[in-house]
């Protein structure tokens, strides 16, 4: 039978030294775990006695306490009504935020991935809206995933019938309502309460495949679970320092029926996020508890990402290929030349991406890359059954148009998707999926194509494709919505 404290009892372990905290409900002592903390020291030391859920809930899946830490650090439980009832002092900010969503505009208000984006900025934590919205150093690639888009111009078709225009297409052997899927993104809680499970209902709901990301705010299994017989999913992969935990991974997931594996390969070190960084300052422990020798470079991206193992090669290949039948492709390709290689090794394709410009600045775009890709794999003859995918940047339905038409078997979505969850939750996901659902047919419509087979390369003017510093069409929607990085102090001067 489990322990009984008291509240009393609890914030009297309130120091480095003899350190309580307590998570839904339970009390962990975590003076022996502190120094080991992967997010650092600081975040645990701010709610020493205290309760932590809110801060524990965005940053990790439920069950991470009973997978990495031994039973006897659990001391017991408090009341959870006696814990409900303390009174909860709302700071300026949060009185802020709530105004903010209390005031959204209404969700048939949102015409496009922007406006879903505008109102992120305003509702979101500081340290949510850090996260989802940073890109690497001076986040050149991130803006130019975008701004890529617009060096790529249409070349209609006119008197063609498009009476009866179908958007649908298979990816990895699953038919789908378009050729679109949610990629993996990390810390869902950061910005709705249940996270992933928001992505997960949307993507059954409009019939598009979701993406699972190894570094989920839910657990794998919740995800699977959420999700409808008839339901694809995809996992994302970052591959363990310690080989063991990947490979029970990877089998769990085929078992419970995961379609395909993409194993990021962009990621041996995580990129510097300088709006990330900047936030940590927001999590302070009190002056007599601050630790010696912390890191006060590092963000949320910090926090989740050590295991991840940067001697991961080409060698692996075979290993990967004998863990598991799923279909294996490589997430975060970056030229043609790793296309080739990748088809040579016999994987099922790939993922043109610079992980939404938040690694290398300066990666190329995937879009800017697609036909290079397509190109050469049609030269070597790899390009049968293997599909190639592009992400980052994608913000219309002419996006996705665009990257069919150079060759790509499908578009993955990322932020857009993080942006309509954090703020209208289900419904704002279904509608964000309808809205370039609704761009890409009209775009189809008007180019004279009326199924996703007839989009073809000869569609679109690529010549102005590789000119990165030349005068683009002026993007007001994504201006309006990109935040510049402000050091700290400055934003008010």
């Given amino acids: 039978m489990s322990t009984r404290l008291s509240l009393q009892e609890v914030a009297s372990h309130n120091t480095k030294d003899d350190l309580w905290i307590i998570i839904h409900g339970k009390v962990y002592d975590l003076t022996q775990f502190l120094p080991e903390h992967p997010g650092g020291q600081k975040i645990i030391l701010k709610y020493a006695g205290q309760?932590?859920?809110d801060a524990f809930d965005p940053i990790h899946p439920p069950d991470i306490i009973d997978r990495y830490l031994s039973p006897d650090?659990?001391?017991?439980?408090?009341?959870?009504?006696?814990?409900?009832?303390?009174?909860?002092?709302?700071?300026?900010?949060?009185?802020?935020?709530?105004?903010?969503?209390?005031n959204m505009p209404h969700l048939t208000e949102m015409y496009n991935t922007f406006d879903f984006e505008s109102v992120a900025k305003n509702?979101?934590?500081?340290?949510?809206?850090?996260?989802?919205?940073?890109?690497?150093?001076?986040?050149?690639?991130?803006?130019?995933?975008?701004?890529?888009?617009?060096r790529i111009w249409l070349r209609p078709r006119v008197m063609i019938d498009v009476r009866d225009v179908s958007l649908e297409t298979t990816m990895l052997g699953k038919?789908?309502?378009?050729?679109?899927?949610?990629?993996?993104?990390?810390?869902?809680?950061l910005g709705h309460p249940e996270g992933e499970l928001v992505l997960t209902r949307a993507a059954h709901a409009t019939n598009v495949i979701q993406m699972i990301p190894t570094l989920a705010s839910c657990s794998f299994d919740e995800i699977v679970n959420q999700a409808q017989p008839d339901q694809a999913q995809w996992l994302?992969?970052?591959?363990?320092?310690?080989?063991?935990i990947t490979r029970q991974f990877v089998q769990h997931a085929e078992k419970r029926g995961i379609k395909g594996l993409f194993v990021t390969v962009d990621a041996p070190q995580l990129g510097r996020r300088e709006k990330d960084m900047r936030v940590k300052y927001a999590d302070e422990a009190p002056t007599e508890m601050e630790e010696s020798g912390v890191a006060r470079d590092q963000g949320a991206a910090r926090y989740i990402?050590?295991?991840i193992d940067p001697s991961l090669s080409w060698k692996d290949v075979d290993w990967l290929k004998s863990i598991t039948?799923?279909?294996?492709?490589?997430?975060g390709v970056q030229t043609a030349d790793d296309a080739v290689i990748a088809a040579q090794h016999g994987l099922q394709g790939i993922v043109l991406s610079n992980h939404g410009g938040r690694q290398?600045?300066?990666?190329?775009?995937?879009?800017?890359?697609?036909?290079?890709?397509?190109?050469?794999?049609?030269?070597?003859?790899?390009?049968?059954?293997?599909?190639?995918?592009?992400?980052?940047?994608?913000?219309?339905?002419s996006d996705i148009f665009k990257a069919v038409a150079l060759g790509a078997t499908g578009v993955g979505i990322g932020r857009p998707a993080l942006f309509a969850m954090s703020t209208y939750g289900d419904a704002g996901v279904k509608r964000l999926i309808q809205l370039l659902q609704d761009e890409l047919e009209m775009c189809m419509r008007l180019m004279g194509a009326p199924t996703v087979q007839h989009i073809t390369r000869d569609m679109v003017d690529i010549r102005n494709i590789k000119d990165h510093f030349v005068a683009s069409p002026f993007d007001h929607l994504s201006h309006s919505a990109y935040e510049r990085m402000v050091p700290r102090g400055l934003a008010k001067l």
């Fill in 236 to 244: 994302q992969l970052y591959v363990n320092s310690d080989r063991e």
């Fill in 123 to 150: 509702v979101l934590k500081p340290e949510a809206w850090a996260y989802y919205s940073s890109g690497a150093d001076d986040e050149i690639s991130m803006r130019e995933n975008h701004n890529a888009f617009h």
């Fill in 51 to 53: 309760d932590a859920t």
């Fill in 360 to 397: 290398l600045d300066f990666a190329p775009s995937g879009i800017e890359i697609l036909a290079e890709v397509m190109d050469r794999l049609r030269a070597e003859g790899l390009d049968k059954n293997f599909e190639v995918y592009v992400d980052g940047g994608i913000r219309r339905g």
């Fill in 325 to 331: 039948k799923m279909p294996i492709l490589l997430k």
């Fill in 73 to 102: 650090v659990c001391k017991g439980e408090v009341d959870v009504e006696a814990l409900a009832a303390q009174p909860k002092v709302e700071s300026e900010q949060d009185k802020k935020l709530r105004l903010a969503r209390e």
């Fill in 175 to 189: 038919k789908v309502s378009m050729p679109l899927y949610i990629t993996g993104t990390a810390l869902g809680k």
């Fill in 305 to 307: 990402s050590t295991f």
